[in-house]
């Protein structure tokens, strides 16, 4: 079975950092994305990374502060959060998916078959 398991998560002041982790197992995925959706608001891409060549994909509101990254022995993806404001407030989840191509929009829900349960972070001011 496919299993994404994410942990990090936490509380933590504005101008903190974090790093969230994101272990896949049972699927050979080449994209893994990490979104976040705060409460009342719609799901948001934040950051993706193409495993296979190591392209890595933001949005603009977390450009410069966060960095997605992949330890391939590992099966994990890694999210650090540096500089974090109180606006990055949401449950964070991560998700997979393998092409043999590529995806022009990988902050996109839509590219993502698999998707773990979500690590809750809250910055407070």
């Known amino acids: 079975a496919v299993q994404l398991v994410e942990s990090g998560g936490g509380s933590v002041q504005a101008g903190g950092s974090l790093r969230l982790s994101c272990t896949v197992s049972?699927?050979?995925?080449?994209?893994v994305g990490w979104f976040r959706q705060a409460p009342g608001k719609e799901r948001e891409g934040v950051a993706a990374?193409?495993?296979?060549?190591?392209?890595?994909y933001y949005a603009d509101s977390v450009k410069g502060r966060f960095a997605i990254s992949h330890d391939n022995a590992q099966n994990t993806i890694y999210l650090q959060m540096n500089s974090l404001k109180p606006e990055d407030t949401a449950m964070y989840s991560c998700?997979?998916?393998?092409?043999?191509?590529?995806?022009?929009?990988?902050?996109?829900?839509?590219?993502?078959?698999?998707w773990g349960q979500g690590t809750q972070v809250t910055v407070s001011s």
């Open positions: 998700a997979a998916q393998r092409t043999t191509g590529w995806y022009a929009a990988p902050l996109n829900e839509d590219v993502y078959r698999f």
């Open positions: 049972g699927y050979a995925y080449t994209y």
């Open positions: 990374i193409r495993t296979t060549v190591g392209d890595t």
